[in-house]
C-alpha cells in the first residue's frame, strides 16, 4: 500500500492555464523528489528537496516550481502551461542519511496533458 | 560522473521464457544498484537491491547479483509471466547521498501467452 499519494492523477487542461501537482507522503521522509517522464520512459530529476524549506534544482531544467513548507507535502506548480509541458511527472520520497539505504518510494504519478 | 547503461527494448518474451535484462554502471565508489519495475499506469515499485558486491538481490522469482568486477546488475528470471510486463529500470544510489538515484534509461516488457 502507497504511503505516498500524487493529485490529481491525471488532468487535461489549456495553454496558459496555471496548475499544481500535490504530492504528500506519511512516512516522515525528509527527502523528496520531482521526476519527468517522457514519453520514451527515461526519467529526469527535475526538483528535490533535503527538508522543510529547502529546494534544489535537479538534472534537467525545467520550468515548474516546487516548495516544501512541510515535511510531508512537496507540491510542484507551473504557472502557465504549454504544450511542452505534456508529460508523466512522479513524485518521490526517501528516508534521512541515518537510515538511507539509497530506496526511493514512488507516488503513482500525475499524467499531464497540456492543450 | 555516475552512469547506468541499461540493454535496449523492447524485449517481447512468450509466456514461461528465460528472461535477461543486461545493466552496467559507472561509479566513483561502492554504490547500492537497485532494479526499479514500473506497471502500466503506475509509478515505479522496488524491486530488488543488493548493497555490496556479490550480493544477490532477489523477490518474486526475479533475481540479480552485483558483480563489481563486470560492473554489472542483469536481471534475471527463470520463467516470465503474462503479469510481468512492465518498464524495468536499473538503479545506483550512494547511501547517504543527498541526490540519490541515478536510472537507466528503462527497458519494456512483454509477455506474450
Not at chain 1, 508529460?87 to 539505504?101: D, F, K, P, V
Request: charge should be negative.
Amino acid at each position: 500500500e502507497a504511503d505516498i499519494y500524487q493529485t490529481p492523477r491525471y488532468l487535461v487542461i489549456g495553454t496558459g492555464k496555471k496548475i499544481t501537482l500535490e504530492c504528500s507522503q506519511t512516512m516522515g521522509h525528509d527527502k523528496m523528489y520531482w521526476y519527468q517522464q517522457d514519453p520514451g520512459m527515461e526519467l529526469h530529476l527535475i526538483h528535490y528537496s533535503y527538508g522543510v524549506n529547502s529546494t534544489e534544482k535537479g538534472d534537467l531544467s525545467s520550468e515548474s516550481t516546487v516548495s516544501r513548507i512541510r515535511t510531508e507535502h512537496f507540491p510542484l506548480t507551473l504557472e502557465s502551461a504549454r504544450p511542452s509541458h505534456t508529460s508523466q511527472y512522479l513524485c518521490a520520497s526517501s528516508e534521512s542519511s541515518g537510515g538511507n539505504t539509497g530506496e526511493l518510494f514512488f507516488g503513482e504519478g500525475s499524467r499531464l496533458t497540456v492543450l | 560522473g555516475d552512469s547506468v547503461t541499461q540493454m535496449e527494448g523492447p524485449v517481447t518474451l512468450s509466456e514461461e521464457a528465460f528472461l535477461t535484462i543486461n545493466c552496467t554502471y559507472t561509479a566513483t565508489g561502492y554504490p547500492s544498484l537497485f532494479w526499479y519495475v514500473q506497471y502500466p499506469g503506475e509509478g515505479l515499485q522496488l524491486l530488488l537491491k543488493a548493497t555490496k558486491a556479490d550480493d544477490k538481490g532477489s523477490n518474486k522469482g526475479f533475481e540479480a547479483t552485483y558483480r563489481k568486477e563486470t560492473t554489472s546488475f542483469h536481471l534475471e528470471k527463470g520463467s516470465v509471466q503474462v503479469s510481468d510486463s512492465a518498464v524495468y529500470f536499473c538503479a545506483l544510489s550512494y547511501s547517504g547521498s543527498a541526490r540519490q538515484l541515478t536510472f537507466g534509461s528503462g527497458t519494456q516488457l512483454t509477455v506474450l501467452p
